[in-house]
C-alpha cells in the first residue's frame, strides 16, 4: 500500500501530465501515512525534485480519494514554501495543486522572480490546461506590483 501511496504521490507532483512519469525525489524529517483520514504527510525540511522543479516547505500533504493512493484529490505544501524551475524562483506561504482542474495555487506573501522581473502578490493561480497565470491580492486591499527589466 505504501508503495502505491508513494508511486501515486511521485506521479503528482510534476503537475504537468506530460511529464507524470520521470523519476521524483523527496526527502523529509518524517513521513507518515494515514489511512483513516487518507493523507500522507511529509514533515520537516522537506525538498522535492523532479527534474523540472524543486520545492521546498516546512510540510507536504497529498490527499487522495476513495478510489486509493492512486486518486490524487490534492497535494498541499505549506511553512516557507518555494518553487524553482530553471527559468524562475516563486515563493509564497502556502500551494495548493488539484490535479481535477490543474491548478496550482501559491498563496501568501507571493513573490515570483525571473530574468524578466519580480512580480509580488497576495496571491498566484496558473491554469496548467490554458498556461494562464493570474495574480491577486486576494482582499488584502494592497495592489499587485511588478518591477521588470527591458531588453
Known sequence: MIKRLLLAILLLLP?????????VQITA???TVDEQTKQAVFTGNVIVIH???KVWADKVVAIYGEAG???IESFVASGGVRLETSEQDATGDHAVFTPGDQLLRLTGNVKV?????TVDAGELVVNLDTNVSTF???GSGGRVTGVFTSQ
Not at 522572480?113 to 522581473?117: A, E, H, I, L, T
Open 29 to 31: 524529517d518524517l513521513f
Open 136 to 138: 491577486t491580492n486576494s
Open 15 to 23: 503537475a504537468l501530465p506530460a511529464l507524470a512519469q520521470q523519476q
Open 51 to 53: 527534474p523540472n522543479v
Open 113 to 117: 522572480v525571473n530574468s524578466g522581473g
Open 69 to 71: 493512493p492512486s486518486d
